[in-house]
């Protein structure tokens, strides 16, 4: 099986290069910080050291907005299942938010995320002494009308309850209206306190749309 390693870069080259090491890999991708010269300098010296045996590619990530970071990695680790690829998360290196925006991405994914313990020797750190897997957390899923909410909700904002549920259901009949409405309203509300939903009234109506983290749910779970 191809194995593609989706690497957080910080300053320390050798802690990456010997945490891969101790898996089986094919594939590198390297995260550095956008804007972050430092980083992106280490970062092709480590692609100049393993380019021999493993394919790599470097990536620019925004490190300051951790859920669009997420999303960034998600859509990663989602163009490497395509190709056929298993994927682990190294954070062995990780500078702050990114190794945040990973473990977000694992728990909605259910990738592997690993992690390395430095090896010092004479005050310099050479490696990694030993790299182990971080539990997961479990992530309930939201249910499948819910999914089609956010679905529709993903492709457009929604300005009245009654559009969602013709959506679902365009042969509704007007007397079923009443108690649709009330369906929906319980998953929306239930949407919105798990914080995938968002909602403003308008005037009579309330208009309804999908946050960030719904999106995230929807990616990271391959539902759009």
Known sequence: MLVTHISVVGHNKEKIIDSIKRYPVSRVVLLTEKDE?????????????IRGFVETEIVEVEKENII??????????????????????????SIDN?????YL??????????????????????????????PLLPIKDVGEERVKILKILYESE??????????LNPDVKEKELLGE???????????????FVESQRVGKNVRLK?????????KGKRLI
């Open 210 to 218: 999908i946050t960030k983290l719904g999106e995230i749910y929807l």
């Open 37 to 49: 010269e430092s980083v992106k300098d280490v970062a092709k010296e480590i692609e100049k050291e």
């Open 98 to 102: 990114l190794g945040v925006a990973c």
């Open 181 to 195: 409405r009330a369906r929906i309203s319980y998953h929306i509300k239930m949407l919105r306190t798990d914080g």
């Open 68 to 93: 669009e970071s997420t999303l960034k990695i998600i859509q990663l680790i989602n163009e490497e299942k395509e190709r056929g690829r298993d994927i682990k998360l190294n954070i062995a290196d």
């Open 105 to 134: 991405a694992a728990l909605i994914t259910g990738v592997e995320i690993y992690s390395g313990i430095s090896k010092v020797e004479e005050g310099r750190i050479v490696g990694v002494s030993e790299v182990y897997n971080i």
């Open 158 to 167: 929604i300005n009245s309850m009654d559009e969602i549920i013709y959506k």
